[in-house]
């Protein structure tokens, strides 16, 4: 073998090249990142920024305890301002940019909609949308996986709760998007399986919502109640329309607003306003889920906690099962793989399992009412 003065500089120089490619192209051990994309400003933001911190709750204490096969995960947030061509856009840069393992807890009907071909075209998973929407249930998607229960099947149970008190003059005001369609489609079987049809039935604008007409007609009416399917600020402006209007008619909104942000938003109209729920009461310590949040809630100094953050700790527990049964080096298609294998799965008092036939994920479905201290009371 020829040797040189520079043969033992050449070696080191070229050994630390190999150790920066082999870093390169090796598996991220140290990371596992995982892409959201949500309107963290905006009219959706206090409810995002609840599940978002929710799901931070369980997975820095994953991180605490060495990660997952070692590998911490770290959530890379984009806020796509609650507008769908957005959504899309970030769900893109996460994807080829960022590099992320899965997409995660996204918000909104129209903007996972906007995100789903991009799941097929890159095959990569999105766990656990913040929405019921029917359409990401069936048909079920390969590479969507849900976590909370259908709005449908909320607004089915609030039509059917309202007929049970006895009311007969029940309006819906639905937001003019799939996300509204989808919630008015429930509220109609709701109304068939009590054998009664909607007083009225009123759409608004999601980017301009106006309700200049829908209040007065709301109090001519003499609505008894009010389904209201929409989302965080554009609720609360409705609401406060409505009262201002005349009308004392029963409101009903949905999980979608189950957040202490929305609460503060209504104001003075907080108090009686009912809001159905998809997980267990965030204050009964006998829910094994609630306990275990709320003890980790209480280490980090937080002040309680709230539905959303509830939902977002939830998503976080099935997520972390999925990657755990991926093994030390997942990919895109070993998570599918395992969460599409997890058949029992017990976050904590509830229980899911998937199938390649079946992604939706949990059924519970509750109610709450705010009361006169602005807490969602079961």
Do not use: C
């Amino acid at each position: 073998m020829l040797k040189t003065p520079y043969a033992g500089r050449l070696g080191k120089a070229a050994l630390t090249v190999l150790s920066l490619l082999a870093a390169l192209t090796a598996p991220a051990l140290a990371q596992l990142r995982i892409g959201q994309t949500a309107g963290f400003s905006g009219p959706v933001a206090a409810g995002v920024k609840e599940t978002t911190d929710g799901a931070k709750l369980y997975f820095n204490a994953i991180n605490a305890k060495g990660g997952i096969y070692g590998q911490k995960i770290v959530l890379e947030s984009l806020d796509d301002q609650f507008d769908p061509k957005l959504a899309a856009e970030n769900a893109r840069t996460l994807i080829t940019q960022k590099q992320v393992l899965s997409l995660f807890l996204t918000r909104g009907t129209p903007h996972a909609q906007a995100i789903m071909p991009l799941l097929d075209e890159f095959k990569v998973p999105l766990v656990a949308p913040s929405t019921g929407a029917m359409v990401l249930h069936q048909p079920p998607h390969p590479w969507l996986f849900n976590v909370r229960a259908t709005y449908q099947r909320e607004a089915e149970r609030a039509v059917q709760h309202l007929s049970l008190i006895g009311m007969d003059r029940i309006g819906v005001v639905h937001v003019d998007d799939s996300f509204g369609a989808d919630l008015l489609e429930g509220a109609m079987k709701g109304f068939a399986s009590v054998s009664k049809t909607p007083l009225f039935v009123e759409k608004f604008n999601r980017a301009t919502p106006d309700f200049s007409k829908i209040a007065p007609l709301t109090a001519r009416s003499s609505a008894q109640a009010v389904l209201f399917v929409g989302s965080g600020s554009a609720v609360a402006e409705g609401i406060a329309a409505i009262r201002t209007a005349g009308s004392r008619a029963q409101i009903i909104t949905h999980s979608n607003n189950a957040s202490g942000g929305f609460i503060k938003s209504l104001g003075v109209h907080a108090a009686g306003t009912i809001v159905t729920q998809v997980f267990p009461n965030e204050r009964s310590l006998a829910a094994p889920i609630v306990n275990e949040a709320g003890s980790l809630a209480k280490a980090n100094g937080m002040d309680g906690l709230s539905p959303a953050m509830l939902e977002g700790f939830a998503a976080a527990k099935v997520l972390v099962a999925g990657l755990q049964k991926a093994g030390p080096n997942p990919t895109r298609a070993k998570l599918r793989e395992s969460l599409e294998g997890i058949k029992k799965l017990d976050i904590g008092g509830l229980e899911l399992g998937y199938s390649p036939t079946d992604h939706t994920g949990l059924e519970f479905v509750d109610l709450s009412i705010i009361d006169t201290s602005g807490r969602f009371r079961r």
